[in-house]
């Protein structure tokens, strides 16, 4: 990849120190959408996979010949939209992240100009064959767990039912956890690989390891994974070089060999890693006039927000959990080094730094804009309590049934409460009962969304969207059978009704008004989806429909119905 001059040319014309100040500011977004998009894409074609696999095995088996099994393997009808979907979400993901880094290009020189980037192509294409061979693997390791579950079936005596409700309990937990590690690993190494080329070709040599800063930590004292081989907690904050992983600056501004311990690459490449890179604009120092007083704001900025950033883990954590005792360490170290900088900063400097650096104070949910819950300060079920004003296993049942429905478990739950369970174990069903009755009490309990237009996307096959327009007819009223889930971002609602097969229709409902839904950006592990839960008790009048691009559009209004 060529060095390209531009950036640090124009920065040397028009940027200022204000211009740095905002950069390091703002956090490199991570595209964790894109992210839960890709898993779903996974989880479908997998399944797509593994379910006609079992369904020629049970119908085809000879239990007389057991060797039969390993004669039928029928062509997988997933290799084509994989592929498809692959190369969709490479591109959108590298959109992304020109995205974000034009951002920083606007805020540096006024403009997001334009620079070569014919070396994406080259990282996005090495991310697709990769995906290939990891889908590829993970579509024959589930078939072979078919494959072992028949001749388990099949050795015990068991009819075709009884085998074919032995791997439905079992296969659709294990493609779901496969698809999202995949999904999550992958979509961390291709940000990070493209967010290390652009820093690299605007001449930011370095950057700063940032973690998660939680209990999951890996190498964390006391944390969840504290005997992890690796330890990403000793990286933190460390300053280091994109042309050498086994090196940091240290405190005398000398490049030494990284703590004992640490991983040896860059953040985002070990796997399931969570750490990022922060681009490291104090290099960018020397191309500004900075007074003195300038330089000793920004160093007591970034001491301050070091400090928040260990209060805020020290609060996250259960104090019995021994993790706790690590991060206070931290946050008495922090708040030492920022009282020996304020001793020596103009007192002008310092009082600016303490006005800046007030507590923020948690909003109470309120109709008009999503709430806003501190991830260091409360835990969710604790939001909850407050909230609505419930005891402690209340709202953690109701935090339960959240993470569950905006996380693994959406289509099971809906399918339950539209009749069609999917699993032949009771206490299975039970639980998506469970799941479902609390989340229409925490809609019931919770105050209702009034903050503007909200929006459901998803796709459908060509003959179902024909009956579909046959249907949606303005004034007719529907529901949507179970507890939806609808975006207050349309490119949210968007991206769920994109799909990369031929003969796909894209549709987008579109609410405008108060409508009976709460919001849960603060409750669930997609806060960027904006989401909005609404009872599955709600119905909607169509009011119109039309036609975006690609999108066809129908206009909906919540109507009363005596809930």
Not at 117 to 146: G, Y
Not at 508 to 518: D, V, Y
Request: aromatic share 10%; hydrophobic share 35%.
């Amino acid at each position: 990849m060529r060095k390209s001059t531009t950036f640090a040319r124009l920065f040397r014309e028009q940027g200022s120190r204000k211009a740095v100040k905002l950069m390091s500011r703002r956090q490199w977004k991570y595209p964790a959408a894109l992210e839960h998009q890709y898993a779903r894409s996974i989880k479908f074609y997998l399944d797509k996979s593994w379910k006609g696999y079992a369904q020629t095995l049970i119908d085809s088996y000879v239990p007389a010949r057991m060797d039969a099994l390993e004669d039928i393997w029928p062509e997988d009808p997933t290799r084509g939209p994989v592929l498809g979907a692959i190369v969709t979400i490479a591109e959108n993901m590298e959109k992304f992240n020109q995205r974000e880094w034009d951002a920083f290009k606007k805020i540096a020189v006024g403009a997001a100009f334009s620079e070569e980037d014919a070396w994406t192509q080259a990282v996005v294409d090495e991310w697709a064959r990769t995906q290939v061979t990891l889908i590829t693997k993970a579509s024959n390791d589930m078939r072979d767990a078919v494959a072992r579950r028949v001749r388990k079936g099949v050795a015990e005596g068991q009819n075709n039912d009884e085998i074919k409700a032995l791997i439905m309990r079992d296969l659709p937990g294990i493609s779901t956890r496969r698809a999202a590690i995949i999904a999550r690993d992958q979509t961390a190494k291709l940000n990070a690989d493209l967010s290390q080329g652009r820093m690299e070709q605007a001449g930011i040599e370095t950057y700063i390891w940032s973690t998660s800063m939680d209990e999951r930590v890996r190498g964390l004292p006391g944390g969840k994974y504290a005997d992890s081989r690796t330890s990403h907690y000793v990286m933190e904050g460390l300053i280091c070089r994109w042309d050498d992983p086994t090196k940091y600056r240290n405190a005398s501004g000398e490049w030494v060999a990284r703590p004992m311990g640490a991983p040896l690459l860059h953040p985002g490449q070990d796997i399931m890693c969570r750490c990022v890179a922060l681009p490291n604009w104090g290099e960018l120092d020397e191309l500004t006039d900075a007074t003195p007083e300038e330089r000793a704001q920004t160093e007591l900025e970034m001491a301050q927000e070091a400090l928040q950033r260990a209060q805020s883990a020290a609060s996250y954590v259960d104090p019995s959990n021994p993790a706790y005792k690590e991060f206070e360490k931290v946050t008495l170290e922090a708040q030492k080094f920022l009282d020996s900088l304020k001793k020596v900063a103009p007192s002008m400097v310092a009082r600016a730094v303490e006005k800046a650096a007030a507590p923020a104070v948690i909003k109470r949910v309120i109709q008009t804009e999503h709430p806003k819950r501190v991830p260091g300060v409360q835990r969710r079920y604790e939001f909850i309590m407050e909230q609505l004003s419930v005891d402690k296993a209340t709202a953690e049942r109701y935090a339960d049934a959240i993470e569950s429905y905006t996380g693994s478990y959406y289509s099971e739950i809906r399918n339950y409460q539209k009749g069609r369970a999917q699993s032949a174990r009771p206490d299975v069903l039970e639980k998506y009962k469970t799941w479902g009755d609390d989340l229409e009490q925490f809609i019931e309990l919770s105050p209702k969304w009034g903050g503007g237009t909200t929006y459901r996307g998803f796709f459908t096959s060509s003959d179902r969207f024909d009956q579909l327009m046959d249907d949606m007819v303005v004034g007719k009223e529907l529901n949507m059978g179970g507890t939806s889930s609808w975006s207050t971002d349309i490119g949210q609602a968007k991206s769920f009704a994109k799909n990369f097969d031929e003969g796909v229709h894209q549709v987008l409902m579109e609410c405008k008004g108060p409508n009976r839904g709460t919001s849960v950006k603060a409750l669930s592990g997609y806060t960027s989806e904006d989401e909005v839960l609404v009872s599955r008790h709600a119905r909607y009048k169509i009011t119109g429909t039309r036609q975006e691009g690609s999108f066809t559009i129908f206009e909906v209004e919540e109507v009363s119905n005596g809930w």
